[in-house]
């Protein structure tokens, strides 16, 4: 008997897990952050390509040049340099600050961007609220019932 009273508590407080669970993934934080997440890897494939792309062989071109493969792409050779056989490859630390700052500057754009949408948001809520008089209560109503009998007897 105390075996399945445990098992009923335990299955309980899982019940209760689950539900304080869910009320928390319902949060609306929560699902924004969720698409944060999924919005900035996005940008970082973007900013990844653009660096690798065009940022890379205009590194290379400054610190070094570029070869060309048989195909016709280009190969950085510039960008590194060696010290007893081992290779420092400057280029690719470059290449990441470059990368960094470009997503720091579009986070920085998109948040500036929401919250001026917001704050915009928050004024013209308030203007409809000032513009708009406010819904008169029971008790209003009620009494403005009882003064228009009033007037008529």
């Known amino acids: 008997m105390a075996n399945e009273n445990k098992v009923v508590e335990a299955i309980k407080s899982k019940k209760g897990i689950i539900d304080e669970f869910k009320e928390f993934i319902a949060k ?3 699902m924004d952050l969720a698409v944060g997440v999924i919005i900035g ?7 990844t ?14 610190t070094g040049g570029c070869k060309t493969d048989e195909n016709g792409n280009l190969i950085p050779v ?3 340099f060696k010290i007893n056989g081992v290779a420092f490859d400057y280029g690719a630390f470059i290449s990441a600050v470059i990368n960094f700052f470009i997503m720091a ?7 500036k961007a929401v919250n001026k949408a917001m704050e915009l948001g928050k004024k ?12 008169p ?3 209003e109503i009620l009494l403005t019932e009882i003064r228009d009998l009033l007037k008529e007897k």
């Open 41 to 47: 890897a996005a940008f970082q494939n973007i900013v």
């Open 28 to 30: 609306g934080n929560v």
């Open 124 to 135: 013209k809520k308030e203007e409809e609220e000032k513009a708009a008089p406010p819904e």
């Open 49 to 62: 390509a653009l660096t690798g792309s065009f940022i890379n062989p205009l590194i290379s071109l400054i």
């Open 137 to 139: 209560t029971k008790e």
């Open 78 to 80: 510039g960008g590194q």
């Open 105 to 111: 500057v579009i986070l920085f754009v998109i948040v």
